[in-house]
């Protein structure tokens, strides 16, 4: 079978609960969890009182390798996109690229 044919057979779920319904996204999600943990990506606190909680979705891709292999990717990704300015954050991430940039074109002239 044709690249072409297997891409055209592959497709990416649009929700967890068609993704489950496949062992190659289940291992694809499972790596993404195990690559989470080993990076020390978070750390698992008590949520305090009134505070909400920004939710996740998984996001699945087909990658397309050389040699005609099809690859499947999923990755966890917050949804910050749903909170809202002043009320449940104060600050930008804009002043910390900023400092960053400063400090990297600092260490560029020494």
Not at 38 to 55: E, R, Y
Not at 71 to 88: H, M
Request: proline share 4%.
């Amino acid at each position: 079978m044709s690249f072409l044919a297997n891409l055209a057979k592959v497709q990416e779920p649009h929700s967890f609960k068609k993704a489950r319904l496949s062992e190659d996204w289940m291992e694809a999600m499972a790596l993404e969890l195990q690559a989470l943990e080993q990076n020390n990506t978070w750390d698992i606190v008590d949520l305090p009182s009134g505070v909400k909680p920004i939710g996740c979705k998984w996001v699945y891709k087909v990658k397309c390798k050389p040699y005609g292999i099809v690859d499947k990717k999923a990755r966890l990704v917050a949804k910050g996109y749903n909170q809202i300015e002043g009320i449940e954050y104060c600050d930008s991430l804009a002043k910390l690229v900023t400092m960053r940039l400063v400090l990297a074109l600092v260490a560029s002239k020494t």
